[in-house]
């Protein structure tokens, strides 16, 4: 497994759970750490994942992206 992190922003309406659910929703991924702060009306965050490979690493953030409310800085392939 290889960790890989992502930098997200999303809005107060979208919970905590509805981005982990997401995540975890995706095969041969899990979440290694999360930090969230809030900012006003949006919550700014820094996710650590571990995926089994680069492809289930690109199935998250494609899942990622297809939420409107969810924006992501541009990921870093490397991992970590």
């Not at 930090?35 to 949006?42: D, L, P, S, V, W």
């Not at 571990?50 to 990921?75: F, K, N, W």
């Amino acid at each position: 497994m290889k960790t890989y992190q992502l930098k997200l922003t999303y809005p107060e309406t979208l919970s905590v759970h509805h981005i982990t659910s997401l995540v975890e929703s995706v095969k041969g991924v899990r979440i290694q750490r999360l930090n969230i702060i809030g900012r006003g009306r949006e919550f700014v965050g820094v996710l650590v994942v571990e995926a089994a490979g680069l492809l289930h690493y690109d199935s998250l953030v494609e899942r990622l992206r297809s939420r409107q409310e969810v924006l992501l800085d541009e990921p870093e392939v490397v991992p970590l």
